[in-house]
């Protein structure tokens, strides 16, 4: 442990976001710089669990996993990141955490979750029990689980076909199995909530269609203002839907020493934590090689991912994406596996794959 502590360059990284993609290059550059890692909430959360959660809140235990856990070294600062100068990152706190080097990671949706990860383990538990007590249940966004078929589920998506993020052939296969399962699938609507009142059990669609069910589940993701980026320094670099422009060495466009990675980039793929996982040890590379002064052209680039996407359907029936076929079922399921890949992840993070930590 000593001999890491003592290669330990002076350098400052200052990484924005404890998703997947900030959490990892976090972790694995602790022990060779100053490593700073912002993010509002006090865990990791394996974002590609979170559904199995709702329905398993065990499940839960080991995919929310406090950043203390993986990243033992550097600061953890619990705070939004609100403005980027040319040497400092501002925080909600009021801080100004000056970085050599940044990584921006902080994915493309609003920050919904408590901060303390116990809070957010009795939120997936209160799910849970509301899931349990319905007969009837509103799932309003993309929806890709089933678990209790004895209850009566409505899936309202407002783009006219689901999983809109890959292609036709998987979203038909999905639109199928759910037809199989008996779940009233209404594409191309929204549901009003502005107007709906807690307790209601009546919801009302853009359609003008009314649905009564006893709960609803959001799971649509909010696209977030990203003002904090918008107004900085890296203003030119922020596309209009809010992504972040990147090089083939995953620079944000015209930076020297900033990098984005993750959902945030305007990479044209599909927005996956594979392929976050993929840009974290490419910007860890070149962030290794720039801190030793390095040849700049040997830095490693990324080509964006082929279309491959596995998507869960229920507990043992993804649909899977690749650029030969696209297919349901069994396969499928031996390549997501019933772990919903935490395990996998739990590894790559250096910490137990199976063990419930920070209870
Ligand atoms: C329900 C669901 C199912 C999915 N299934 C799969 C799947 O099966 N396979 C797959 O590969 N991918 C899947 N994905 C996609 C995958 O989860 C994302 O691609 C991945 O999480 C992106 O990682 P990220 O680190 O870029 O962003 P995120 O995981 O979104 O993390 C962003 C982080 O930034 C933080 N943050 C936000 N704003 C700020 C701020 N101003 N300051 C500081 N921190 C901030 C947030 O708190 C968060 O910790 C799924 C996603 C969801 C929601």
């Not at 360059?9 to 290059?25: D, E, N, W």
């Not at 100068?85 to 925080?91: F, G, I, N, R, S």
């Not at 209160?126 to 009837?136: G, N, Q, T, V, Y």
Request: proline share 3%.
């Amino acid at each position: 442990m000593a001999s890491k502590v003592e290669n330990k360059s002076s350098k400052v990284i200052v990484v924005v976001g404890g998703g997947i993609a900030g959490a990892l290059v976090a972790k694995s550059l602790q022990f060779h710089a100053h490593v700073v890692l912002i993010d509002p909430k006090e865990y990791l959360e394996i974002t590609y669990a979170n559904l199995r959660a709702k329905v398993e809140p065990s499940f839960a235990e080991r995919s929310v996993v406090k950043h203390s856990d993986y990243f033992t070294k550097g600061r953890i600062v619990i705070a939004y990141a609100t403005g980027v100068t040319d040497t400092e990152v501002l925080t909600s706190d009021g801080e100004g955490i000056p970085y050599d080097y940044l990584v921006i990671a902080t994915g493309a949706n609003e920050n919904t979750y408590p901060i303390s990860r116990n809070k957010r383990l009795e939120q997936y538990k209160e799910h849970f029990a509301r899931i349990k007590l319905a007969d009837s249940v509103l799932v309003i966004g993309g929806g890709s689980t089933v678990d209790f078929p004895e209850k009566k589920l409505t899936l309202v998506h407002k783009y006219t076909r689901l999983l809109d993020f890959i292609g036709p052939k998987a979203s038909c296969k999905a639109l199928d199995w759910f037809i199989s399962k008996n779940v009233n699938v209404i594409l191309g609507q929204t549901v009003d909530l502005e107007s709906h009142q807690s307790g209601d059990k009546i919801y009302k669609t853009s359609g003008g269609e009314t649905i009564m069910a006893d709960c609803h589940f959001y799971c649509a993701g909010i696209p977030w203002g990203m003002s904090w980026l918008r107004d900085s320094v890296l203003r030119d670099a922020v596309k209009d839907g809010g992504r972040v422009m990147v090089d083939e060495y995953l620079r944000v466009k015209g930076r020297k020493n900033i990098f984005a990675i993750g959902d945030i980039t305007d990479i044209p793929e599909i927005k996956q934590g594979l392929n976050a996982i993929q840009h974290a040890n490419i910007a860890v590379k070149n962030l290794r090689l720039l801190m030793h002064r390095g040849n700049e052209n040997k830095m490693a680039t990324y080509e964006a991912s082929p279309d491959m996407a596995v998507v869960s359907l229920g507990r043992k029936d993804p649909v899977m994406q690749s650029p030969m076929s696209t297919m349901i079922g069994r396969l499928p399921g031996l390549v997501k596996s019933n772990d919903q890949f935490v395990g996998k992840t739990r590894r790559l993070m250096g910490i137990d794959a199976s063990t419930c930590f920070g209870l």
